[in-house]
Structure formats: structure tokens, C-alpha cells
């Protein structure tokens, strides 16, 4: 099974800053199938970035994604209030077709 | 598109925990649209549990040992899930997700609805 490790587990910023999150998978991965997802309390879940580098419709560009391989990773250019939350990579394929890492989350310093 | 989950909220061990997705804007039916099921467990991450396909064809995860059951009803535009023999384990907000044209990754989603299985 693959398996996605995301690090750090929490990532602690301030407004106005700039993060990199990074997702890892325990064997190389086709980034056509990789994603990322921003989960906020009392909120559905929002898919930011599909196929590792695309942004997702209304998503702002201060949201990348990046990567290829077995390493991939998420930057917010400048963090807003809004944007504090938990954020999960996804791959697809394989066996469980979904997998998603444990997730990081933003919180504020 | 919006879904929207209802569910029980509270479900015995050993008993069937059944979760319905309600789905505005798109025809669970219309070619190429994939539909789900995800949950989160409290203090964990985001775990697949099934998904259906426009034509009705169900995957589910292998973790979940045969357990899941997915379903849909065209005529209502909605798709649930069966998931027997709960334990403590599968107390979890259970999101219901899907697209019209995607199946590899998960564009719309509900809000989420929390079934805790005790006695």
C-alpha cells in the first residue's frame, strides 16, 4: 500500500507569512493523481490543488502545489486569517485507491 | 452542485450504520460523474471508504473488510452507505464527496455528519 506522510504535523505562522507544506509517499507517484485539501472546523472540505500543481476553481493563487516523484508540496504565499486549518495530500491508484496523508495543520504562532 | 449528508447520529455495536448522500446540481447518473464517501475520525485524518461510479459500479477500502455497502437511487438523486458491524472504531464524521467528471480527486463535498456508534 502507499502510504503519505505529510510534515510537519503543525506548522505554527503568522498572518502575512509564507509555509510550505511538504507530502512524501513511500514509493514514486504519477503527480497526475496528486491532491491537496483544506479542512477548516465546521466547514466541507475544499479540494485546493489537483493533479499536483493545478489550482481548483475560486482557489486563490497565493495557493501552489509542486512536486513529482515521491515528494510533493503545498505553499500558501501569504497566510490569512482564513487560512488557518488542516491541510491533507491524496493520491489515487493503487491499493486503497484513495489514500490520504495524516494531515498538517496551520496554526497560529 | 451541494450534497448534503443525513444520517442516524447514533449507532449500536454490531449494528448497520446506514448514512444517505443528497446531491443538487448534477445527475448522480450523468456520464463520468464519481461519488463517495470519506470520513474522519475524531483526532485522525481522512480515511476513504467507498466510492460509485455513474454507472453503479462500487469500490470500497480493503481496510473495511467487505463491510461497506454503497448504493444510490437515480430517481431521488441520492447514493448511501451500508457499513455493518460498527464498532467504537467507526464512530466518525462520515463526508460524502463526489464530480461530474473527475474520479481522482474529490471536488464537492457535504458538510459532514457525525455518527457515533456505542451502546
Known amino acids: 500500500d502507499i502510504v503519505l506522510t505529510q510534515y510537519p504535523g503543525t506548522l505554527s505562522s503568522s498572518p502575512g507569512e509564507r509555509v510550505t507544506l511538504a507530502c512524501r509517499a513511500s514509493e514514486s507517484l504519477s503527480g497526475n493523481f496528486v491532491a491537496w485539501y483544506q479542512l477548516s472546523p465546521g466547514q466541507a472540505p475544499r479540494l485546493l490543488i489537483y493533479a499536483a500543481s493545478r489550482r481548483a476553481a475560486g482557489v486563490p493563487d497565493k495557493f501552489s502545489g509542486s512536486g513529482s516523484g515521491t515528494d510533493f508540496t503545498l505553499t500558501i504565499a501569504r497566510l490569512e486569517p482564513e487560512d488557518f486549518a488542516v491541510y491533507y495530500c491524496q493520491h489515487y491508484g493503487g491499493s486503497p485507491l484513495f489514500t490520504f496523508g495524516q494531515g498538517t495543520k496551520v496554526d497560529v504562532k | 452542485l451541494q450534497m448534503q449528508e443525513s444520517g442516524p447520529g447514533l449507532v449500536k455495536p454490531s449494528e448497520t450504520l446506514s448514512v444517505t448522500c443528497s446531491v443538487a446540481g448534477a445527475s448522480i447518473g450523468s456520464i463520468s460523474s464519481y461519488w463517495g464517501w470519506i470520513r474522519q475520525s475524531p483526532g485522525k485524518g481522512l480515511e476513504w471508504v467507498g466510492s460509485?461510479?455513474?454507472?453503479?459500479?462500487?469500490y470500497s477500502n480493503p481496510s473495511l473488510k467487505r463491510r461497506v455497502t454503497i448504493s444510490r437511487d437515480l430517481s431521488k438523486n441520492h447514493f448511501s452507505l451500508n457499513l455493518h458491524s460498527v464498532t467504537v472504531a467507526d464512530t466518525a464524521v462520515y463526508f460524502c464527496?463526489?464530480?461530474?467528471?473527475?474520479?481522482?480527486?474529490?471536488?464537492?463535498w457535504g458538510q459532514g455528519t457525525l455518527v457515533t456508534v456505542s451502546s
Open positions: 464527496a463526489g464530480d461530474q467528471y473527475s474520479s481522482s480527486w474529490w471536488v464537492s
Open positions: 460509485v461510479f455513474y454507472n453503479g459500479s462500487t
